[in-house]
């Protein structure tokens, strides 16, 4: 039974190290703050939270356990919020989609300073 749980976990910690690296690759590679926001978001915190059950699953005592999913419940509130608002917040001060965002939602919305 030991070693089953030691495959999964390595699993899980592989499968979460791969989302994280999908995520800094997409920080690295995307052309602007929107996609990159998109790329840390949803992979960064996909990555983290199967990270983090990995740890749960590993540990198995109560307060482990527990600790891990508060911390994914944290991770899934956060994040997206997170970057809504740092989205938001670049539109504002006036950073536009690049040129492969074919419709600007934003654009009749909020007006640009000036």
């Known amino acids: 039974m030991n070693a089953i749980v030691e495959i999964i976990t390595g699993?899980?910690?592989?499968?979460?190290?791969a989302f994280a690296l999908a995520a800094s690759i997409g920080l690295i590679r995307l052309k602007d703050v929107y996609m990159r926001?998109?790329?840390a978001s949803k992979a960064g915190t996909l990555g983290s939270g199967v990270m983090l059950l990995a740890l749960a699953v590993d540990a198995g005592t109560l307060g482990v356990v527990?600790?891990?999913v508060a911390g994914v419940v944290f991770f899934l509130l956060?994040?997206?919020?997170?970057?809504h608002l740092l989205a938001k917040?670049?539109?504002?001060?006036?950073?536009?989609?690049?040129?492969?965002?074919?419709?600007?939602?934003?654009?009749?919305t909020?007006?640009?300073k000036s």
């Open 11 to 17: 699993l899980m910690l592989i499968s979460g190290a």
């Open 37 to 39: 926001t998109h790329a």
């Open 66 to 68: 527990t600790r891990a």
């Open 78 to 83: 956060t994040a997206p919020v997170s970057a």
């Open 89 to 108: 917040a670049a539109y504002a001060a006036g950073y536009r989609p690049c040129a492969d965002t074919k419709i600007d939602a934003l654009a009749k």
């Open 110 to 112: 909020m007006r640009p």
